[in-house]
């Protein structure tokens, strides 16, 4: 196998020739705008915020025993992760941990996730209210956007961000997350002036106008239509706050650019792995120079639904089909086919480290101020199995995780990694799950 | 989520088929005898599809509107998008992106281009409010948007609304235009509303009021909001008498935009909504290209159409029919010699074509929108074309594969052994916990092996010879002509395509057993399996429009 390292030095550089900008994310935050220890900004003693992102891949790490020989610090990265190999000291490797499925039976490439993401596994397709939006509604209520969902495939419902209604459609499309971004109604934190758009103040008149006879419609309904309606008004709340803070004169960001505007896609399906990557680095930096400008502070990125169907330029099969059907080397171990799209998944997962990494606020870098949280569907894809999940985290969430370790936790229930993740971004919860997979402690050795 | 992107990811779980999802209690049967003492649920929201979206602005502000920008993906339940609709609200990023299209639409209507067509009375002053014009344009546009007069209070809610943006923009039409974004946005309209009311004819019970009745024709036969006679016989109630409920459907179902109920109906069935996420490698099927994949589509929809609506033709025809629609496109996917005279760089045409007999194409399962859709991006399935021929077009459920399904005996997928789709299939068929299951799919979906995963004809893989012997229901056949030859006598494509027009109208599938469903069902096969004649007869039953039950809406959202 190649190195990892080179072919990813080999593919920024190509990609700096073909995208030209495509890795240009900012100036560092100048430091007269901060306060004198670089936590907060001057003007008005607000901390620089702290960020969360999810990054799914699909179908884990194969079937080898990828486990590292050695817990916490130290420890020798395994072959399938050596695209991660520059940042071991930013990054936390949880291993060992399970979902139990308490007699429901394993709906394959999504029990896992429903139990480790959402606390319960159901036996049926209901997902909601995952962990990532449990952090939003703490970290994510002031900005534009309380989430951004993207995926890379082309396939909407690949997102496994969920809400009290239930999954968040993906954002596909890298110009349509542009627009959404950085389009008509995006305000630049760092322009001289600041003058409220009239539109938006008419807007909000408009929007306060009826909303009251709105709240009339719910009249007569059942509990069912009841809740859709308390959704909408949700969402409609979320609307109205996107137009406040458009009303608002934003912090001054000075590690915040408008990244150029990227090309349409011809058509919305991909079906190879290396096209969804391509896509996959569009997207991660619209998402860093959302996080920049401080649009949002939570995003999601999933590359597919976890049963992937991308393929290998010339090779027919997907890797879904592969990881079912490849023999396993007898020398290596593993699955080399299977490796092949492992490794493309996680060069990218180092690209959008890497990006987070550049963008300078103060005394850290973007990457240093957020967790950077990677999962998967399987602990090994090939019998569907529920055990031994690897987790990684890259970021310290601004001091408040320990970092650089191996976190060995061998038959641990898996819910204890997002529980542990809930904590440190600062949601007040002390347990979660239930039956099974219901913890009430974190992983106290990671927490700072 | 299809679930089988293996062709060998199926296996057994003791019971075979299925023959129909089981009833929870969603029927009209529930809902006869328990609504005079329990009305407990007397309304029930549907969110509107993306096309009725489109078809409704289009009806009500005209074609030369463009609406940019994309929908909240759709939830499918019982194998129909419209049953789905049900369970269905909106999430955060779904209302921005109704907030988007909006926005877009408002912005065309009161535009120098629209406003004069579009809204009929002139401002005192282009600056100022004008209570009285912007009253006018609402009453109008509101009793369309939302398929109902609009209330005194809503009506001078939103004409307020708009007097006070114009105030903030000092622009009449600025005002009109974000009070009009606010209705677009609005659950009235974005949710279809059962609403019920006492019926004074079978007193203690209820009946779904008349602009509910008007809106579930409509959108029904037409996929589209009530027009204007519609909405008139709604608010005479004509159309709760039984001549005044004929003369709509009659003057509906002769109407062209018939095509775009029948559209949306077959569209839906056969979830032609899952092609945005289909690609084909253009190294292995270098003639399936973006419009191939969008004419496929097209063909399957033209050949139904001109199958039901032109010739009137028996249903089941249409898994043998040798009459369909090309373009070039198609043709050179389909190896067809096709002339198409159309210049160079002008669009391309839609051509009839019949095929010859002994040409191996016959029916609209032999379609690439079938064979394409349900095939993995590299190779087709037989297993994912027999599950999904299964659950599509005879309403059946094959059971999810086990999860700790051993694949060491089709390991080696070079093997010089097993080279075609059908010898790694029964190899795998030889474990006794997939034999089950496969059973059921690949004798189905081996008989379609002639086509790649892109829809093109061949009749070799890996240098072996395909054999596309199947079989069904014990029926033998030895090739895609005796595929559709058999299926279209199995009793489960009508009753299946019934139910799930039933379903495309109401949002509920219709229970079996229910007598008046069983007399809709005995019409159907009385008229030689007419299809409109089917619609029409749904359209004229009273379980049709009966209260749906509280239990219909499930708790959990598909996945």
Redesign the interface.
């Known amino acids: 196998m190649k190195s990892s390292v080179a072919m990813l030095a080999r593919r920024r550089v190509l990609r700096g020739i073909v995208a030209g900008a495509a890795v240009n994310v900012g100036l560092p935050l100048f430091d007269c705008l901060l306060n004198d220890n670089g936590t907060a900004f001057a003007a008005t003693g607000a901390p620089i915020p702290t960020r969360f992102a999810t990054w799914f891949w699909g179908l884990g790490l194969g079937e080898a025993d990828w486990r590292p020989k050695v817990a916490g610090r130290g420890f020798e990265l395994p072959v399938q992760l050596q695209a991660l190999k520059p940042f071991q000291d930013k990054l936390n490797l949880f291993s060992g941990g399970e979902v139990f499925l308490d007699g429901q ?4 490439h ?1 029990s896992g996730v429903q139990g480790f993401w959402t606390g319960k596994v ?1 036996g ?5 209210s995952s962990v990532d939006s449990a952090i939003s509604g703490v970290i994510g209520k002031t900005t534009r956007f ?1 989430s951004l ?1 993207v995926a890379c ?5 690949a997102s496994w961000s969920a ?1 009290a ?5 993906a ?1 596909v499309s890298p110009a ?1 997350l542009y627009r ?1 971004i950085f389009g008509p109604e995006y305000r630049d934190p760092n322009a001289a002036e600041f003058v409220p758009d ?2 938006v ?3 909000r ?3 306060s ?2 909303k009251d ?2 709240l009339a ?1 719910a009249k ?6 009841r ?3 308390d ?2 008004f ?3 709340r ?2 109205e706050q996107r137009l406040e803070i458009q009303l608002q004169k934003p912090e001054p960001l000075l590690a915040c650019t408008r990244p150029d505007a990227p090309p349409e896609e ?7 792995a290396t096209d969804a990557m391509k896509r996959h680095d569009l997207l991660v930096e619209l998402l860093t120079h959302a996080m920049a400008c401080d649009q949002t502070r939570v995003v999601n990125l999933s590359i597919t ?1 976890g ?1 992937s ?1 991308l ?1 290998k ?6 890797h ?2 592969l990881t ?4 396993i080397d007898p020398v290596l171990g593993y699955q080399v086919k299977c490796a092949w799209f492992q490794d493309q998944y996680m060069q990218g997962l180092a690209t959008f480290a890497g990006m987070l990494d550049k963008v300078k606020e103060g005394d850290k870098s973007l990457l240093d101020r957020m967790i950077l949280f990677a999962y998967t569907d399987h602990g090994a894809p ?3 199995s529920l055990r031994n999940y690897p987790f990684i985290t890259i970021g310290s969430g601004d001091g408040r995780l320990k970092t650089g370790m191996h976190i060995p936790r061998p038959g641990d229930v898996a819910t204890r990694v997002p529980l542990t993740m809930q904590q440190a971004m600062g949601v007040p919860v002390s347990e979660f799950g239930t039956e099974s997979n219901r913890v009430t402690s974190p992983i106290e050795e990671v927490l700072a | ?2 679930f089988s ?5 199926l296996a057994a779980l003791g019971v075979v088929v299925l023959s129909s999802p089981v009833p929870s209690a969603t029927d009209a049967v529930a809902a006869e005898s328990g609504a005079a003492t329990a009305p ?6 549907l969110r509107l599809s993306p096309s009725q979206y489109r078809h409704s602005i289009h009806d009500i502000f005209g074609a030369s509107i463009k609406i940019t920008g ?1 929908f ?2 759709e939830t499918r339940s019982e194998g129909m998008l419209s049953v789905g609709a049900r369970l ?9 992106r109704y ?1 988007e299209l909006a926005r877009g639409i408002a912005a065309q209507v009161v535009d120098e281009r629209h406003r004069d067509l579009l809204i009929p009375c002139k401002p005192q002053s282009a600056t100022g409010a004008d209570a009285a014009c912007a009253r006018q344009f609402f009453a109008r546009v509101g009793r369309m948007l939302y398929r109902r007069p609009l209330a005194a ?2 009506l001078d ?2 004409v ?3 007097g ?2 114009t105030s ?2 000092k622009n009449f039409y ?2 009109l235009q ?2 009009l ?2 209705m677009l ?4 309209f974005l ?1 279809r509303r059962f609403q019920m009311e006492p019926d004074p004819e079978r007193p203690g019970q209820e009946r779904l009021n008349a602009y509910g009745k008007a809106a579930e024709l409509s959108f029904f036969l037409w996929n589209t909001t009530p027009d204007e006679a519609l909405l008139r016989a709604a608010e005479s109630g004509e159309i709760h008498t039984r001549a005044g409920l004929e003369k709509q459907v009659d003057r509906l179902m002769s109407s062209p935009a018939m095509e775009d109920g029948l559209r949306g109906f077959f569209a839906d069935m056969l979830e032609f909504a899952d092609f ?6 253009p ?2 099927f270098p003639s399936y290209t ?1 419009s191939a994949k969008l004419d496929s589509q097209e063909q399957t929809l033209r050949t139904i159409v001109d199958h039901v609506m032109v010739r009137e033709g028996d249903y089941r025809d249409l898994f043998t029919t040798r009459h369909t629609f090309l373009t070039r496109s198609l043709a050179a996917l389909y190896g067809v010699p096709l002339v198409d005279k159309t210049e160079n760089g002008q669009p391309q045409r839609w051509l009839p074509y019949t095929y010859p007999e002994g040409d191996p194409h016959a029916g609209i399962l032999t379609h690439a929108s079938f064979l394409a859709l349900h095939s ?4 087709s399935s037989p297993t994912d074309r027999g599950k999904a021929l299964r659950e599509l077009l005879m309403c059946q459920r094959v059971p ?2 086990p ?5 060491s005996v ?4 070079n093997s010089e052994v097993h080279r075609t789709a059908r010898d790694r299939l029964t190899a795998h068929a030889t474990e006794a916990t997939c034999a089950g299951c496969h059973r059921i799919t690949d004798p189905i979906g081996l008989a379609l092996e002639n086509f790649d ?1 892109a829809g093109g004809y061949r009749t070799h893989e890996n240098g072996a010879p395909i054999n596309p012997a199947g079989e069904i229901n014990r029926v033998k056949f030895d090739d895609p002509i005796g595929l559709g030859q058999a299926i279209r006598n199995v009793p489960a494509i009508t009753n299946c395509v019934a139910r799930k027009a039933f379903a495309f109208g109401s949002g509920r599938m219709p229970v079996a057993a229910n007598p008046e469903w069983k007399q809709i069902s005995q019409a159907f096969a009385d008229s030689n399996y007419n299809v409109l004649a089917l619609l029409r007869e749904i359209a004229l039953s009273d379980l049709f429009y009966a209260p749906p039950a ?1 239990t219909t ?1 499930a ?5």
């Open positions: 039976a394993n709906q394959t999504f159901t049926a397709g209901d997902f909601f309380r969902e495939d082309g396939d909407p419902k809400r209604d239930g999954k968040q459609p954002e349509a959404t009239p539109t103040i008419a807007r008149s408009v929007l106008g009826v006879q709105r419609l007569g309904l059942g509990a069912a239509d809740a859709k309606l959704n909408y949700t969402s409609l979320a609307l011809q058509n919305q399906a991909v079906s190879l639904q049963m169907g393929r330029e010339g090779d027919p099969i997907n879904h089909t079912h059907e490849e023999p090939r019998l569907h | 989520m299809k992107q293996s062709a060998l990811a407990a649920d007397p309304a029930v929201l994309r909240e993906p269905a609200s909106i999430t955060d990023s779904g209302l921005q907030d209070h809503e809610g939103i307020a609304a708009a006070d943006a903030v923009l600025g005002g974000l009070a974004t606010e946005i609005s659950p009235e949710f945005e996420t289909v690609s084909k490698d190294a292995f973006l993995p991006s590299g190779r999810p594969p999860s700790n399904v051993d694949f089709v390991q080696d997928v995963a509280a809406v708790s959990t959202s598909a996945r």
